[in-house]
Nanobody, 118 residues
């Protein structure tokens, strides 16, 4: 069983930056993803990365502003978020995925809230 612990969320002004971290322990999954869920909306996939470096396409709404990376030595995946907008306000989740693309999620993190003020 894999355990995921996220950190790095918080309150930031529009235009600011945050870096989210997701530390994994236990069983290793080859593919990790970042999702978010805004109030009253469905959870949406943002981007994913394999432990060998393959990265999926970014969701259009975050393309050019968010960057995923990973540190295999620390079993940690990051999401650097720049030029944040109020519409980025959501709970952000990392996920250990069964396969490339995160069509099926094996384990979710607990979520870390991000609030972007205008």
């Amino acid at each position: 069983q894999v355990q995921l612990v996220e950190s790095g969320g918080g309150l930031v002004q529009a235009g600011g930056s945050l870096r989210l971290s997701c530390a994994a322990s236990g069983r290793t999954f080859s593919f990790m993803g970042w999702f978010r869920q805004a109030p009253g909306k469905e959870r949406e996939f943002l981007v994913g990365i394999s432990w060998t470096g393959g990265i999926t396409s970014y969701r259009n709404s975050v393309k050019g502003r968010f960057t995923i990376s990973r540190d295999n030595a620390k079993s940690t995946v990051y999401l650097q978020m720049n030029s944040l907008k109020p519409e980025d306000t959501a709970v952000y989740y990392c996920a250990a995925c069964v396969a490339y693309g995160c069509g099926e999620v094996a384990t979710w993190g607990q979520g870390t809230p991000v609030t972007v003020s205008s």
